[in-house]
């Protein structure tokens, strides 16, 4: 089944954030969908891709463990600062190239150091579709 193609602008959510967030693209490659840059596997960069989503809950995040240290065990979120170094995992074919690199889908997952599974929520476009 075809999944619409990411752009610029698009809603992610990850499993440990309190909010969504938006994933900011580059118009390096010169590629867009409407008026949005094409998003690519290699999107991932943390602040500049990814951009916080507000509160992490992630116990393996080494800031919420020592807040709630200091609290003496009461559990304690602390503002997220995404840790993705990895690429984006592909969520469908990566026959599509954007840039030389494979176009990202809205099925695609990106993995944080401190636990959560951040995916696409919205793909900030819904015409272009990859196979």
Do not use: Y
Not at 31 to 44: I, K, R, Y
């Amino acid at each position: 089944m075809p999944m619409p193609h990411v752009c610029g602008g698009a809603t992610l959510q990850c499993s440990f954030g309190v909010a969504p967030a938006v994933l900011n693209v580059l118009p390096m490659n010169r590629v867009l969908l409407g008026s949005m840059p094409a998003a690519t596997l290699m999107d991932h960069i943390p602040i500049v891709n990814i951009t916080p989503f507000a509160m992490c809950q992630s116990m393996a995040n080494p800031v919420v463990a020592a807040a709630t240290a200091a609290k003496l065990g009461v559990f304690s979120p602390m503002p997220c600062v995404p840790m993705t170094p990895a690429p984006w995992i592909p969520g469908g074919a990566t026959t599509v190239l954007v840039g030389n690199m494979p176009a990202l889908s809205a099925g695609g997952t990106l993995m944080c150091n401190w636990g959560g599974v951040i995916k696409v929520v919205s793909p900030g476009q819904v015409n272009t579709l990859l196979p």
